[in-house]
């Protein structure tokens, strides 16, 4: 079903674990299958413009979706939170060569992830909010609701 990518990421996830200087903890959930990631931020400066220093990880799901937030991780790390902020689902499925399209959602898990990382970072320090990541922001409430809904059902 996956490809020797998507097993390897799997296998071997990069930025999996808790941070213990970070500044952000955020949870996200996929309500079509009641699957959870948490996301774990510490933002720095390099010349003035806030980066993301340190990203990791704790998905609670299936094989994509830890694959996913593996590749979101690593394509955003090193990155200024405007360049990270721009991440799509699609970046990341690209990245990883193909999904099946069953498993399309489970990029959107780790997509979603970053943007509500860097959203919450960016209210905690009265920074300006983009429409997009607002956007994002509300999606990541309603789908976490309705994913604790789906995993009561489970
Ligand atoms: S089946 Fe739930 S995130 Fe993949």
Same mark, same amino acid.
């Given at each position: 079903? &996956?490809?020797?990518?998507?097993?390897?990421? =799997?296998?071997?996830?990069?930025?999996? !674990? /808790?941070?213990? *200087?970070? /500044?952000?903890?955020?949870?996200?959930?996929?309500?079509?299958?009641? *699957?959870? #990631?948490?996301?774990?931020?510490? $933002?720095?400066?390099?010349?003035? $413009?806030?980066?993301?220093? *340190?990203?990791? =990880?704790?998905? =609670?799901?299936?094989? +994509?979706?830890? +694959?996913?937030?593996? %590749?979101?991780?690593?394509? %955003?790390?090193?990155? @200024?939170?405007? /360049?990270?902020?721009?991440?799509? =689902?699609? *970046?990341? @499925?690209?990245?990883? !060569? /193909?999904?099946?399209?069953?498993? #399309?959602?489970? @990029?959107?898990?780790?997509?979603?992830? %970053?943007?509500?990382?860097? &959203?919450? &970072?960016?209210?905690?320090?009265?920074?300006?909010? @983009?429409?997009?990541?607002?956007?994002?922001?509300?999606?990541?409430?309603?789908?976490?609701?309705?994913?604790?809904?789906?995993?009561?059902?489970?």
């Amino acid at each position: 079903m &996956y490809n020797e990518k998507v097993m390897e990421h =799997f296998r071997n996830p990069r930025n999996m !674990g /808790d941070l213990e *200087d970070k /500044d952000i903890e955020i949870e996200v959930g996929n309500p079509a299958c009641g *699957d959870l #990631m948490k996301v774990f931020l510490k $933002v720095g400066e390099k010349k003035g $413009v806030k980066i993301i220093e *340190d990203i990791k =990880f704790k998905t =609670f799901g299936c094989g +994509a979706a830890i +694959a996913t937030s593996s %590749v979101a991780t690593e394509l %955003v790390k090193g990155e @200024s939170l405007d /360049d990270a902020e721009k991440l799509e =689902f699609r *970046d990341i @499925s690209e990245e990883l !060569g /193909d999904l099946p399209n069953i498993k #399309m959602h489970c @990029s959107q898990l780790a997509s979603v992830g %970053v943007h509500e990382a860097i &959203y919450q &970072y960016r209210k905690k320090n009265n920074m300006e909010i @983009s429409e997009k990541l607002e956007k994002s922001h509300e999606e990541a409430l309603n789908t976490l609701e309705a994913t604790e809904e789906k995993r009561e059902q489970i």
